[in-house]
């Protein structure tokens, strides 16, 4: 009984399904399959088995269910900064150059503290 190879994708096939538009197709492909821990073949590529594993894994993860959950109204919310945030900091630079100010500027005088003595130098 013989037994069948499994189809071998290039990291170039794999980056090209991922729509990889880069230079270095295998170092990309090679850096997906360790991020989300998916066996492949080293200098190689995948079985398709392998790939689908990997696809499974974007798919699944996180950030991936994240990117196409809300609005873009309410992403753009979620990361803006909230205008009080900006206005406390604005405030506290403000107490704090002022008050750097106050205490480097030394007072003046009635008179200037250079006097010249009478008869110049000797």
């Known amino acids: 009984?013989?037994?069948?190879?499994?189809?071998?994708?290039?990291?170039?096939?794999?980056?090209?399904?991922?729509r990889f538009a880069g230079k270095d197709a295998?170092?990309?492909v090679e850096r997906r399959f360790k991020k989300y821990e998916v066996d492949y073949i080293p200098s190689i590529g995948a079985t398709a088995d392998q790939f689908g594993k990997l696809l499974?894994?974007?798919s699944c993860s996180p950030s991936a269910i994240e990117?196409?959950?809300g609005t873009v109204a309410e992403r753009s919310v979620l990361g803006r900064k909230?205008?009080?945030?900006?206005?406390?900091?604005?405030?506290?630079?403000n107490e704090k150059m002022q008050k750097n100010t106050e205490t480097s500027i030394p007072a003046k005088s009635g008179r200037?503290?250079?006097?010249?003595?009478?008869g110049g130098r000797s």
Not at 82 to 93: D, P, R, Y
């Open 56 to 58: 499974e894994a974007i």
């Open 112 to 118: 200037n503290s250079l006097a010249v003595l009478q």
């Open 1 to 18: 009984m013989a037994r069948s190879r499994p189809d071998i994708l290039t990291f170039e096939e794999i980056a090209k399904e991922l």
């Open 82 to 93: 909230s205008e009080k945030s900006k206005n406390t900091l604005q405030a506290a630079l």
């Open 67 to 69: 990117a196409t959950s």
């Open 26 to 28: 295998k170092r990309f």
